[in-house]
């Protein structure tokens, strides 16, 4: 395994995870460099959410090395938590507040002082479009909606590295324009993205890894060294 | 501890033989009670030991939560296992002495008694608290924190119902205070000894079997073909360990 | 306009802004404050008809008061964390950058003030059905406010388990009622003689006090040491 500099946003090695006696992540091996996008590709229960939620420090590994940003893991956690942004399966919104209440929590969470928290959360409702529901209680929106107020909170701290769980999910097509510009690949973004996929995992990711049922690696490396037809091989035996 | 099971288990049983015989052929017929005063041998012995189990529990809990090692969060739930059971011997026998010596099958004046009642209540939520959280790692941890607040509050108990007590009541218990005869002495200290034994001897046996049973388990997974990821969490590895019952 | 390396954002703000955001849900929704201070009403008037008395003094008067606010102070612990493990259990903050503990903290201050409002309910309450002077509120103000402490903090705790549990209604009266004893042993040694029929007295107050001050602290310090394990994955 290539043992870089710190110029690695990521850097894995034979990474584990172990639920008991169900394994997850089986010996994950990678290097993402700075300004690159990973793109994560798998059947359900192949450990993709898994995977993430180690590197969003929500998970401790079983064993292995995880270095993200300079920080290992699960020793340095506490240093990184500040600098990624996630985007789980869940919204992560508090159901009785609004959402500018949700972002105003966030952004305390985060240490941004308030009259700066209170600019960038108006300027990130507008770019969503959700001037007219970031006052309603989040219980009474959309799961459109509450993707949209889940991306704002995501980049609110103005993360380094952005670890994405299909981040299209729920999103009519005027909301993935909007969110494009947020938590897109332009603007030399380092992202982990999570997707089902393929065709836009090999278009907007410069690597990727492919997973397998208990969480093996099926595929690791330039998303230019594998071409659609192979990748559908790679999961059509992985199916059988 | 490297004694082995054998080792340990004839050592009990030497030594429980040991206080049978002292209890009904050397220890004194105490002068106001009787002989049912000889309850005194099992009940304090049994009471001693099950809190001191409850402290070790606390002890390899709170190691359990250092280290992360499963075997330490396997040891200390059996310790607190078998010292509820050790628990439930002394409040039958306590029962048992109230009736005799009071008339009645259970007495508040007795601080030591109610203290432990209250404690043996606490550490018997135990159970149904673990076996409440899935997830087998998240349920380790639970269960020490679980352990070690149980520990704190064992001695805090003990102190408010001694401060509730009417204090003018004669204590029925006179354990270990000034006034025991020399024979009574040796036969309660051998007693004790016999019982610790017996209890660090079903802790050894208990945490062989679920080993084995874990291990067996294990074997059987690797034996069988197909996929293991849709399989139901079993105990892991080298350590025994609670969650998925093998009980 | 991200730092290099942002820090850990400091206990004193993340603690605030939890214990502010509970508190607006909890103003906004009344979840928790009518109905345990509707059940301590309504347990009043059960005790006054299943002890056929109009009139309570010394430990009948202590034990019905604690045991009802006991009961009642049940249903908010109850409630405490669910708020969290509804939107994706506990993550917005565990991925936040601050120490765990504030979020026991917060939650630990917020079951005090919905304590303490419940005590401004229901103790007039029980004066007025069952009492002859006011007298004795005042110290039974204190009493109940270091009782208050050592009950949040031992509730906190046993929520934040008890949440991630299949069952965790049941978890909370069944594990939290034999911790809370000797808080409810000091409390009821201390109120007991407030409430005479005579006047208030101060039997062993300053023990009691003391008693219920270390549970309190000793609590406090176990939460403090054990939650950050609680909330690892």
């Known amino acids: 395994m290539p043992k870089s500099t710190d110029d690695a946003a990521i850097l894995l090695d034979e990474l584990r995870r172990d639920y008991g006696e169900r394994t997850a992540l089986a010996g994950v091996g990678l290097e993402l460099a700075k300004g690159l996008t990973l793109s994560v590709l798998g059947p359900n229960g192949a450990g993709k959410t898994t995977l993430l939620r180690i590197l969003a420090t929500l998970l401790r590994p079983t064993t292995g090395q995880a270095t993200v940003l300079g920080c290992e893991l699960p020793r340095e956690a506490w240093r990184l938590r500040g600098r990624i942004g996630y985007l789980g399966h869940e919204a992560l919104l508090y159901r009785d507040l609004s959402g500018r209440e949700n972002l105003r929590f966030a952004a305390r969470l985060h240490g941004i002082e308030a009259g700066h928290a209170e600019r960038r959360i108006g300027d990130l409702i507008g770019r969503v479009a959700m001037e007219r529901h970031a006052d309603r209680r989040v219980d009474e929106l959309s799961a459109g909606m509450r993707q949209r107020l889940a991306i704002c909170r995501c980049v609110l701290h103005e993360p380094e590295l952005l670890l994405l769980d299909e981040p299209a999910a729920h999103l009519d097509p005027e909301g993935r324009a909007l969110a494009e510009p947020l938590i897109g690949s332009g603007e030399g973004r380092t992202r982990v993205v999570v997707s089902h996929d393929a065709a836009a995992a090999l278009r907007d990711g410069e690597r990727l890894l492919a997973l397998d049922h208990g969480g093996a690696v099926a595929f690791e490396g330039a998303t230019s060294s594998i071409s659609a037809e192979a990748l559908t091989a790679v999961y059509a035996g992985a199916l059988s | 501890m490297r004694i082995n099971l054998r080792t340990l288990s004839i050592a009990s049983v030497v030594m429980i033989a040991a206080s049978l015989a002292l209890v009904f052929f050397y220890a004194p017929l105490d002068a106001d009670q009787g002989f049912i005063q000889k309850i005194f041998y099992l009940h304090v012995p049994l009471a001693i030991v099950a809190l001191s189990g409850f402290v070790i529990g606390g002890l390899h809990a709170i190691r359990h939560l250092h280290t992360g090692d499963r075997l330490h969060d396997a040891r200390s739930y059996v310790s607190i296992h078998l010292s509820v059971i050790f628990g439930v011997g002394v409040l039958l026998t306590g029962a048992i002495w109230a009736k005799a010596s009071w008339g009645k099958w259970w007495v508040w004046d007795e601080p030591t008694l109610v203290s432990f009642l209250i404690v043996f209540l606490l550490y018997a939520t135990y159970y149904p608290f673990r076996y409440a959280i899935e997830d087998p790692e998240r349920q380790a ?30 204590r029925v218990l006179a354990t270990a205070e000034g006034g025991m005869p020399a024979k009574m002495w040796l036969t309660f200290l051998v007693s004790i000894s016999g019982m610790a034994l017996l209890w660090a001897t079903l802790v050894r046996f208990e945490l062989t079997a679920k080993s084995a049973s874990a291990q067996l388990a294990r074997l059987r997974r690797a034996l069988e073909p197909g996929r293991p990821e849709r399989r139901a969490p079993v105990p892991a590895r080298a350590a025994p360990t609670i969650a998925g019952g093998a009980e | ?44 008037v059960i005790f006054r008809f299943g002890l056929d008395r109009t009139k309570l003094s010394g430990s009948l008067a202590a034990g019905v008061l604690l045991a009802t606010l006991l009961f009642a102070a049940i249903l908010g612990i109850n409630r405490i964390f669910v708020a969290e493990r509804e939107e994706g259990g506990f993550d917005a903050i565990r991925l936040a950058p601050i120490d765990r503990t504030a979020l026991l903290g917060a939650k630990i201050s917020a079951l005090l003030v919905y304590l303490l409002a419940l005590e401004l309910v229901a103790v007039p309450a029980f004066a007025i059905f069952f009492l002859d002077s006011a007298a004795p509120l005042a110290p039974l103000a204190i009493v109940l406010l270091l009782a208050d402490i050592g009950l949040a903090a031992t509730g906190a705790l046993i929520s934040s388990m008890a949440v991630n549990s299949r069952a965790r209604d049941l978890l909370v009266p069944l594990v939290l009622l034999p911790l809370v004893v000797p808080l409810m042993i000091a409390a009821a040694g201390a109120a007991e003689p407030l409430l005479e029929a005579g006047g208030p007295g101060y039997e062993r107050f300053g023990t009691w006090l003391a008693v219920l001050g270390l549970y309190d602290l000793i609590f406090l310090l176990v939460g403090y040491a054990a939650f950050d394990f609680l909330l690892e994955d």
Do not use: C, Q, W
């Open chain 2, 141 to 170: 941890r639970y269960a020490s924190v679980f352990a070690i607040t149980a520990g704190a509050f064992v001695p805090l108990n003990f102190l408010a119902v001694r401060l509730a007590e009417n204090l003018v009541h004669p």
């Open chain 3, 1 to 44: 306009m991200s730092a290099a390396t942002p820090a850990e954002t400091p206990f004193r703000e993340a603690f605030l802004a939890i214990l502010a955001k509970d508190l607006r849900s909890e103003l906004r929704t009344l979840r928790s404050l009518p109905a345990m201070a509707l059940f301590a009403i309504t347990a009043f």
